[in-house]
């Protein structure tokens, strides 16, 4: 059994794939063919966003969100404590302060009160709040309608990083359409993956657009060798656009698929986890089906049982950014992120993807019933 089973997904459509990236060795246009440009309208059609620019990977699209909207020296960038790295590592690249924000434990996002609070601290220590970077953890969209209220009563721009949940919807809007500019990787673990790096923004702005399109290739102006602003050589390959084509032409497939293992996983593991839920009128990509154990001792020996019963599984996150050591000396909310430590040390993720086959979700099944407190 596989963790996310990407040899299955690889055997489905293994001819497509090879017929498309045989194309792009035929036309041998290997930066920015006729690919990328065919991707990025299917993307931005695909999640109704006005458009799409594709980058080299979802860390690259965060850093070109936060250039394109000016963001640097003095201003506060507020991120969830409790997600990937590179979520906050973009913010001091650019030059500003990450101050970690914490989440709601039932949705494992960004918790529109705890940014309250952290947005007030960083004004009092002198930094001009600009930007909140919610998280859709785990495919689940973040509470947008809430964190915009806390954004725009502060002036504040939104980027969603949807490198989990692309593809995820809150009554009939897709991720891709929340906040000021959206940022997603298709690394190839994330629901929508290629076969190397990759990533995307969306954004419905055509001047974000534009500037987007200009960082991403060095800052270039009407032509390659016109530089108008400071850039980044952070171009999406022409054979990842093909393989992502032939990729999300079974996407909305494999979403299905992933939501009915999830109702299955929900309705047969026990109440002594606490199992992933989802407001009404939302579907989440479901990146990873994520339980919490009672307690850090619970988590381990479900952990061991899982391993014994060779199932594997994962820790998303162990450790908490502000706990990190390169994090650490940044601004926090004054109250603390007692959520995202205890997500931090309770959590486990079981195996998923669109290919995970009954019996195996059997297997895992038996083996969380099995386990004894
Ligand atoms: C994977 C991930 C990223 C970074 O994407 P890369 O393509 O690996 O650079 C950023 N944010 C979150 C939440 C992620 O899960």
Redesign the pocket.
């Known amino acids: 059994m596989q963790f996310i089973d990407l040899q299955a997904q690889q055997a489905r459509i293994r001819e497509r794939i090879d017929r498309r990236i045989a194309s792009v060795l035929d036309h041998g246009i290997y930066i920015m063919g006729p690919e990328v440009a065919e991707l990025e309208r299917a993307l931005a059609a695909f999640c109704g966003a006005k458009y799409c620019i594709t980058c080299a990977?979802?860390?690259?699209a965060?850093q070109l969100a936060l250039m394109a909207l000016g963001v640097g020296t003095n201003d506060a960038v507020f991120v969830p404590s409790f997600?990937?790295a590179?979520?906050a590592e973009v913010v001091p690249v650019v030059g500003a302060v990450p101050v970690f924000v914490d989440i709601e434990l039932e949705s494992y996002n960004m918790s529109p009160a705890s940014l309250a609070r952290a947005v007030d601290l960083a004004r009092a220590q002198g930094l001009r709040p600009a930007a909140v970077m919610p998280?859709d953890?785990f495919g689940r969209p973040a509470d947008y309608a809430s964190l915009q209220k806390v954004a725009s009563a502060n002036d504040m721009s939104v980027i969603a990083?949807s490198?989990?949940g692309w593809g995820a919807t809150h009554k009939c809007q897709m991720t891709g359409t929340f906040g000021d500019i959206t940022t997603t990787?298709?690394?190839p673990a994330?629901p929508l993956g290629c076969y190397g790096?990759?990533?995307a923004l969306f954004t419905d702005n055509p001047e974000i657009a534009t500037v987007l399109d200009s960082l991403r290739v060095h800052g270039k102006g009407t032509e390659k060798y016109d530089n108008v602003r400071i850039g980044v050589n952070s171009r999406l390959d022409t054979i990842q656009a093909a393989v992502l084509l032939e990729k999300l032409e079974i996407f909305a497939d494999e979403i299905e698929a992933r939501n009915m293992i999830a109702r299955r996983y929900h309705d047969a593991i026990g109440n002594e986890f606490v199992k992933p839920t989802l407001p009404a009128e939302t579907r989440s990509t479901w990146a990873q089906y994520t339980l919490r154990a009672e307690s850090g001792t619970h988590r381990a020996t479900t952990m061991e049982r899982l391993k014994s019963d060779n199932i594997p599984v994962g820790i998303y996150y162990p450790k908490p950014l502000h706990q990190q050591n390169a994090y650490s000396g940044f601004p926090t909310d004054p109250d603390g992120l007692a959520n995202s430590e205890i997500a931090s040390s309770t959590v486990l993720s079981l195996p998923m993807s669109a290919y995970l086959e009954e019996a195996d979700q059997d297997v895992v099944i038996a083996s969380l019933r099995a386990t004894r407190r």
């Open positions: 990977n979802g860390t690259d965060l997600t990937f590179a979520s998280v953890l990083d490198a989990q990787s298709f690394f994330k790096d990759g990533g």
